[in-house]
């Protein structure tokens, strides 16, 4: 996709593709201004309205997707949704995933592991929720909980989750040679932000199961996450799967944003409609007949 992008029709001046991949070594997650809109010129009520345009171009290359494994090719696209909790990860799948065939996507959320999960590699339970051919994958947090939730609370020793960031980068290099585009997106709010969040949560009984005391535990933890956030992209961040931070403050940038490197990761993948390994001119004529 190219950098510029026509405004007008748009609402982007420059592609999020390009303006959020932090750069190892220089980005800095303390200094991130989460109420920024990097790249969009437009008003929320343009970035709703292009959602409704974009949503439709999703929706088709989704389709292209599954129609490319009917016709044999093994590709799929893997989208990474990790963030501080109440950033927004339930609006993405609901807003930006929801344009799709919803039997064209996997998702997979990953919470505390069971007693089962615990008894075998970190990667044991990623490898199976990995998305299916032609299908989007939905990782609602991921393996990355194992060098963010592990690290802060200590859960394993220091080297355990010091050697889990190459594992990571070996994991990953092996989806993406099997043909599976891989989009990280981490989300971040303002600890102001978080704190209205999770108020609205507790002031509003259709939302009390959204909300959980471990949030507040997380949230007094934020310099330990923030430490391990920056280290996970530092060492994480490559060119077959790259991460994109998302600030997420206007819930109406992140969905267009993600809507956008979605779209952006499909395209890159220069899907064609497979052709008809049947006798077009005769089926038709059969049908007449019939
Ligand atoms: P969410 O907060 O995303 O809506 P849940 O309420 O199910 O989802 O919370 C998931 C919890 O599981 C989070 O607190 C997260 O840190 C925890 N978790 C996920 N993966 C792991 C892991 N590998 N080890 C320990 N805890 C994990």
């Not at 993405?92 to 039997?103: F, K, M, Q, W």
């Not at 600890?191 to 507790?202: F, K, T, Y």
Request: some cysteine; overall charge negative.
């Amino acid at each position: 996709m190219g950098a510029r992008i026509e405004a007008a029709a748009s609402g982007w001046d420059v592609s999020p593709v390009h303006l959020l991949r932090p750069i190892p070594g220089i980005f800095s997650l303390a200094d991130l201004d989460t109420s920024a809109t990097p790249g969009f010129v437009g008003s929320k009520s343009d970035a709703v309205r292009l959602m409704q345009d974009r949503g439709k171009r999703l929706h088709t290359l989704q389709e292209k997707l599954y129609a490319d494994a009917v016709a044999g090719n093994g590709r799929a696209v893997l989208l990474v949704l990790q963030g501080m909790d109440a950033a927004g990860k339930g609006g993405i799948i609901r807003h930006v995933l929801g344009t799709v065939n919803p039997e064209g996507v996997d998702h997979a959320p990953f919470g505390v592991p069971s007693s089962e999960e615990r008894q075998h590699h970190f990667l044991w339970r990623v490898h199976k929720a990995l998305p299916r051919l032609g299908h989007i994958g939905v990782f609602d947090r991921s393996h990355y909980e194992d060098v963010l939730v592990a690290r802060v609370r200590r859960l394993v020793p220091e080297e355990v989750w010091q050697g889990r960031y190459c594992e990571i980068n070996e994991f990953e290099d092996q989806v993406a040679d099997q043909g599976t585009v891989i989009v990280k997106v981490a989300m971040f709010i303002s600890l102001d932000e978080q704190r209205q969040r999770l108020l609205d949560r507790l002031q509003d009984p259709h939302k009390y199961w959204k909300f959980s005391p471990r949030d507040v535990d997380d949230r007094l933890l934020w310099p330990a996450y923030r430490d391990a956030y920056q280290a996970l992209l530092d060492k994480t961040s490559t060119e077959v799967a790259p991460w994109y931070v998302v600030p997420s403050d206007h819930k109406w940038y992140s969905r267009i944003t993600v809507m956008e490197l979605l779209i952006a990761a499909l395209e890159s993948m220069n899907l064609s409609w497979p052709s008809a390994s049947y006798d077009i001119d005769e089926e038709i004529a059969r049908l007449e007949r019939s």
